[in-house]
């Protein structure tokens, strides 16, 4: 299983998915990380500034380069998203945790003791 989580600093979770510097991506075998690495944000809509381009619109940019860079991941473990992409995560069959939780580390623990929160109704609206 593979999991993603938007970090400014390859330690802390980020306080908004889309404005992330990047993403650590987990593998996770038998409750158990076997591999940890760091991948650089260069797909979100908010880094390619498209929420700021009248052309696209804040409600009309594409999740398509989210999904194709972490698509292979089933899990997404962030500090807040907007409602739009927490739904088309849904619609791909990608289970995702709004979490308070600010460390990477105690954040996958706690979900590989099935007690991370999921804090889905502070997803933003914009």
């Known amino acids: 299983m593979k999991i993603a989580i938007p970090s400014n600093d390859n330690l802390n979770i980020s306080s908004h998915f889309g404005r992330t510097k990047?993403?650590?991506?987990?593998?996770?075998?038998?409750?158990?990380?076997?591999?940890?690495?760091?991948?650089?944000?260069?797909?979100?809509?908010?880094v390619q500034g498209l929420h700021h381009?009248?052309?696209?619109?804040?409600?009309?940019?594409?999740?398509?380069g989210i999904f194709n860079a972490i698509g292979d991941c089933?899990?997404?473990?962030?500090?807040?998203?907007?409602?739009?992409?927490y739904n088309d995560f849904e619609k791909n069959n990608i289970k995702v945790f709004v979490t308070k939780e600010k460390n990477i580390d105690n954040a996958l623990k706690l979900f590989m003791n099935?007690?991370?929160?999921?804090?889905?109704?502070?997803?933003?609206?914009?």
């Not at 990047?22 to 409750?31: H, K, P, Q, R, S």
């Not at 381009?53 to 398509?64: I, L, M, P, T, V």
């Not at 089933?74 to 992409?85: D, F, S, W």
């Open 22 to 46: 990047g993403f650590v991506i987990c593998e996770m075998d038998n409750d158990k990380i076997i591999k940890k690495e760091f991948k650089q944000n260069t797909f979100t809509g908010h």
């Open 53 to 64: 381009d009248n052309k696209h619109g804040h409600g009309n940019h594409s999740h398509n």
């Open 74 to 85: 089933e899990i997404v473990i962030a500090g807040g998203m907007g409602r739009r992409l």
């Open 114 to 126: 099935n007690n991370l929160e999921n804090n889905s109704d502070e997803c933003c609206n914009h």
